[in-house]
């Protein structure tokens, strides 16, 4: 089943311990993508990746990292966490070869910065 | 500055009418816009989308209008049904020539949708 695959699903954690929030797509689509949601603030993005070793920072990029050294993951780790980190993660993907643009996203990660 | 914009935060209407849902935008470079649909502990999934190039797009029950002098556009279900019951977010992307991304979305705030039986 094709698919964009997040862990953990939930996570609690406290100011200043660091984590990664994986994601994995088994579609082998070049493009992958982070995004948070809020309330009343819609989705915005933290960081894409168009290919393999190729990143650029989204709208709300600060205090977030990734990686992406295989073209099936893209991590996002928080080196430090704060309570305005709180949100829920969304990771997404997508094909160059797919005329409608359309983006795959995974079922989300509901953190918690305590 | 938001630049994709959904007025409405929630809309209600009765099993079989039409929905109406629609969106604004004030980047002129977006050439593509799409409508997600996400139901409550899932991710958004991918509704219908239409290119700068056209006025309209349907996929079944679902067309997409969209009116680039007025940077608008809109989703129209018809006829809804309870199954329909979901938040909508309206996004978009530029080019990459424009300083954009064709691959990068800028969403909307969203708009819930409720079907009533």
């Known amino acids: 089943e094709a698919q964009v695959t997040q862990n953990p699903r939930y996570l609690i954690t406290v100011t200043g311990k660091k984590l990664t929030v994986t994601c994995s797509q088994n579609m082998n689509h070049e493009y992958m993508s982070w995004y948070r949601q809020d309330p009343g603030l819609g989705l915005r993005q933290i960081y894409y990746?168009?290919?393999?070793?190729?990143?650029d920072k989204g709208d709300v990029p600060e205090g977030y990292k990734v990686s992406r050294k295989e073209k099936r993951n893209f991590p996002l780790i928080l080196e430090s966490p704060s309570p305005n980190q709180t949100s829920l993660y969304f990771c997404a993907s997508s094909s160059y070869r797919d005329p409608k643009n359309e983006q795959f996203f995974g079922p989300g990660t509901r953190l918690t910065v305590l | 500055d938001q630049q994709v914009k959904q007025n409405s935060p929630s809309l209600s209407v009765q099993e079989g009418r039409i929905s109406i849902l629609n969106c604004d935008y004030t980047n002129s470079m977006f050439d593509y816009f799409l409508w997600y649909k996400k139901y409550p502990a899932e991710g958004p999934t991918f509704l219908i989308s239409i290119s700068s190039i056209k006025d309209k797009n349907e996929d079944g029950r679902f067309t997409v209008f969209l009116n680039k002098s007025a940077k608008h556009l809109s989703l129209h279900i018809v006829p809804s049904q309870p199954g329909d019951s979901a938040v909508y977010f309206c996004a978009a992307s530029a080019p990459k020539n424009s300083g954009g991304s064709n691959y990068k979305l800028t969403f909307g705030k969203g708009t819930l949708l409720t079907v009533n039986p």
């Open positions: 990746s168009m290919n393999v070793e190729v990143t």
